[in-house]
T-cell receptor, first 115, second 109 residues
Framework: TAGITQAPTSQILAAGRSMTLRCTQD?????MYWYRQDLGLGLRLIHY???????GKGEVPDGYSVSRANTDDFPLTLASAVPSQTSVYFC??????????????FGPGTRLTVL | GQNIDQPTEMTATEGAIVQINCTYQ??????LFWYQQHAGEAPTFLSY??LDGLEEKGRFSSFLSRSKGYSYLLLKELQMKDSASYLC??????????WGAGTKLIIKP
């Protein structure tokens, strides 16, 4: 099985442009997450979804939006990119059958550079 | 406020033992994870502690003291492939994960 796929692998984007980072899972996990990882900082949660049809804001949601139309897909959209959004973006899933303390599984990441 | 502290970088010798510490101050506690992340790759699960004590899994062990807000990851018989960053993450009372910045472990021959 593929597990979690993310696309694109990397992207260079002009400031002011919009972009959607894609995340697809085939594990049928309820919860999905978007993190950004920057040098010297821990993973920071951007948005999350506990189940299809619901989304929530994480620690750093500004400038980002998400949707969860079905269980498998959780796209992250940057409406108007700024250089501070240069980062590595990880999508993660969680089964949640264990009451919220289950392991999170990560996709391979998208490296985004905003110029 | 929320805070997770780990050393930024550690160096150890192949075949030796290394202990990576993690201290935390969070809003509640529902468990602690350790993840391994090789350069340019995604984090992968290593261990989960929710009760005090030592959890052993092959060459890797993880310890938790909830009263002290402290955990460590112990790596034995170090191999070159263990060169990676090790991330500590705490599950808060609302089940959100708070991540430390990670400890970069460098293994020398």
């Amino acid at each position: 099985t593929a597990g979690i796929t993310q696309a694109p692998t990397s992207q260079i984007l002009a400031a002011g442009r919009s972009m959607t980072l894609r995340c697809t899972q085939d594990m049928r996990h309820n919860a999905m997450y978007w993190y950004r990882q920057d040098l010297g900082l821990g993973l920071r949660l951007i948005h999350y979804s506990n189940t299809a049809g619901t989304t929530g804001k994480g620690e750093v949601p500004d400038g980002y939006s998400v949707s969860r139309a079905n269980t498998d897909d959780f796209p992250l959209t940057l409406a108007s990119a700024v250089p501070s959004q240069t980062s590595v973006y990880f999508c993660a899933t969680q089964d949640d059958s264990g009451g919220g303390a289950d392991t999170q599984y990560f996709g391979p990441g998208t490296r985004l550079t905003v110029l | 406020g929320q805070n997770i502290d780990q050393p930024t970088e550690m160096t150890a010798t192949e075949g030796a033992i290394v202990q990576i510490n993690c201290t935390y101050q969070t809003s509640g506690f529902n468990g602690l994870f350790w993840y391994q992340q090789h350069a340019g790759e995604a984090p992968t699960f290593l261990s989960y502690n929710v009760l005090d004590g030592l959890e052993e899994k092959g060459r890797f062990s993880s310890f938790l003291s909830r009263s002290k807000g402290y955990s460590y990851l112990l790596l034995k018989e170090l191999q070159m492939k263990d060169s990676a960053s090790y991330l500590c993450a705490v599950i808060e009372s609302n089940y959100q994960l708070i991540w430390g910045a990670g400890t970069k472990l460098i293994i020398k021959p």
